[in-house]
C-alpha cells in the first residue's frame, strides 16, 4: 500500500481531526457518500524489468469543502466512528472499478480490503457479486490485506481469501515489513505476491544490512512462487537496486504521483516498454 496521504487504508488511531467536531465530520461523510463526492486517484505501478506500465492501486481521497483534501487514514477514522466503513469501501471499489473498466484489459487494479469487510462471513460472495456487474475479469484484480487485518482473525481471512481466488482474483499481503513480519501469515494464507513496505528499500543499495534483508525477503518470496512489489521507490539508485535484486513490480513518487483515471490511460499509451527510465 502506497505511503502517502491519499492511501486507501484503514487508519491506525481513532483520532479526531483538530479543530473538527466529529459528529460534523461524519455528517459530512455521510453527505460526500450520498454525493459521490469521495474521489479515487490511482498509483500506477510498473515492471522492473521492461519499465512499462502494469497497473495501478486505488488511492482514496475526500475533498472536504472547508477543510481541504483528508487522506484516508483520516477518512477512514471518521467512517469508522460513523460506522460507514462498508459503505465507504463500497464506495470506492465501485468507483474505482467504473474507471479502470476503461483501462487497457493488460492493466491491473489494486484493491485494499478493510479488516471490517473481511471480518464479514458474506464479504467473499458479496465482493464477487459487485465485481461480477463489472466490465473487469476477477484476473485482472488485485486485492490487498496487511497484518493489522490478520490479527484480528487469521482463520476467517484465510476463508475468504481462498473462496477468492478460486473466482479468480489475486491476493497479495501489504506493507510487508511495515509490522512484525509474521511468516506464519505466508504459511497459512492463499497469497500470490507480497508488497514490501517503503521501510524495506530504504537505504538500498548503500546500507549493507538491508541489502541483505531485501535479498532474503526476495528469495523467500521466490521460494513460495510469489511476485515482489516494491513501494515507495522515490529515486533511481533505489529502482536500479530492486531491479537488479530480482523484485518484479514497483510503485512510487519516482515516476508517478497518484493520478486520476484518464492520466493513467494517458500513461498506458507512453509506459510502454520503456526500459528503466
Given at each position: 500500500?502506497?505511503?502517502?496521504?491519499?492511501?486507501?487504508?484503514?487508519?491506525?488511531?481513532?483520532?479526531?481531526?483538530?479543530?473538527?467536531?466529529?459528529?460534523?465530520?461524519?455528517?459530512?461523510?455521510?453527505?460526500?457518500?450520498?454525493?459521490?463526492?469521495?474521489?479515487?486517484?490511482?498509483?500506477?505501478?510498473?515492471?522492473?524489468?521492461?519499465?512499462?506500465?502494469?497497473?495501478?492501486?486505488?488511492?482514496?481521497?475526500?475533498?472536504?469543502?472547508?477543510?481541504?483534501?483528508?487522506?484516508?487514514?483520516?477518512?477512514?477514522?471518521?467512517?469508522?466512528?460513523?460506522?460507514?466503513?462498508?459503505?465507504?469501501?463500497?464506495?470506492?471499489?465501485?468507483?474505482?472499478?467504473?474507471?479502470?473498466?476503461?483501462?487497457?484489459?493488460?492493466?491491473?487494479?489494486?484493491?485494499?480490503?478493510?479488516?471490517?469487510?473481511?471480518?464479514?462471513?458474506?464479504?467473499?460472495?458479496?465482493?464477487?457479486?459487485?465485481?461480477g456487474q463489472s466490465d473487469i475479469a476477477p484476473q485482472r484484480l488485485m486485492l490487498e490485506i496487511?497484518?493489522?487485518?490478520?490479527?484480528?482473525?487469521?482463520?476467517?481471512?484465510?476463508?475468504?481469501?481462498?473462496?477468492?481466488?478460486?473466482?479468480?482474483?489475486?491476493?497479495?499481503?501489504?506493507?510487508?515489513?511495515?509490522?512484525?513480519?509474521?511468516?506464519?501469515?505466508?504459511?497459512?494464507?492463499?497469497?500470490?505476491?507480497?508488497?514490501?513496505?517503503?521501510?524495506?528499500?530504504?537505504?538500498?543499495?548503500?546500507d549493507a544490512t538491508a541489502l541483505a534483508v531485501l535479498r532474503a525477503i526476495i528469495a523467500l518470496?521466490?521460494?513460495?512462487?510469489?511476485?515482489?512489489?516494491?513501494?515507495?521507490?522515490?529515486?533511481?539508485?533505489?529502482?536500479?537496486?530492486?531491479?537488479?535484486?530480482?523484485?518484479?513490480?514497483?510503485?512510487?513518487?519516482?515516476?508517478?504521483?497518484?493520478?486520476?483515471?484518464?492520466?493513467?490511460?494517458?500513461?498506458?499509451?507512453?509506459?510502454?516498454?520503456?526500459?528503466?527510465?
Amino acid at each position: 500500500m502506497e505511503q502517502g496521504p491519499t492511501s486507501l487504508r484503514r487508519a491506525t488511531t481513532r483520532g479526531h481531526l483538530p479543530g473538527v467536531r466529529a459528529g460534523v465530520l461524519e455528517a459530512d461523510l455521510l453527505r460526500a457518500l450520498e454525493g459521490r463526492e469521495i474521489e479515487v486517484l490511482f498509483q500506477p505501478q510498473f515492471s522492473c524489468v521492461t519499465g512499462a506500465l502494469t497497473g495501478a492501486e486505488a488511492l482514496a481521497r475526500w475533498r472536504h469543502p472547508t477543510l481541504g483534501p483528508i487522506g484516508a487514514r483520516d477518512l477512514f477514522a471518521v467512517a469508522e466512528r460513523a460506522a460507514l466503513v462498508a459503505p465507504l469501501s463500497r464506495h470506492v471499489v465501485a468507483r474505482a472499478l467504473e474507471d479502470a473498466a476503461t483501462w487497457p484489459a493488460n492493466l491491473t487494479l489494486s484493491l485494499n480490503i478493510t479488516p471490517e469487510e473481511l471480518g464479514d462471513p458474506r464479504f467473499a460472495a458479496d465482493f464477487a457479486a459487485l465485481i461480477g456487474q463489472s466490465d473487469i475479469a476477477p484476473q485482472r484484480l488485485m486485492l490487498e490485506i496487511t497484518e493489522d487485518l490478520l490479527l484480528r482473525n487469521l482463520a476467517q481471512a484465510a476463508s475468504a481469501l481462498k473462496a477468492l481466488r478460486g473466482l479468480g482474483f489475486r491476493t497479495a499481503l501489504d506493507d510487508f515489513g511495515a509490522g512484525f513480519c509474521n511468516f506464519r501469515y505466508l504459511r497459512e494464507l492463499p497469497l500470490d505476491a507480497l508488497k514490501l513496505d517503503k521501510a524495506m528499500v530504504e537505504g538500498v543499495p548503500a546500507d549493507a544490512t538491508a541489502l541483505a534483508v531485501l535479498r532474503a525477503i526476495i528469495a523467500l518470496a521466490r521460494a513460495l512462487g510469489l511476485a515482489v512489489y516494491a513501494e515507495g521507490i522515490e529515486d533511481e539508485i533505489q529502482r536500479a537496486a530492486i531491479t537488479a535484486e530480482g523484485c518484479d513490480y514497483w510503485q512510487g513518487f519516482l515516476r508517478a504521483q497518484p493520478m486520476p483515471s484518464e492520466q493513467v490511460l494517458a500513461l498506458s499509451r507512453t509506459a510502454r516498454g520503456m526500459g528503466h527510465g
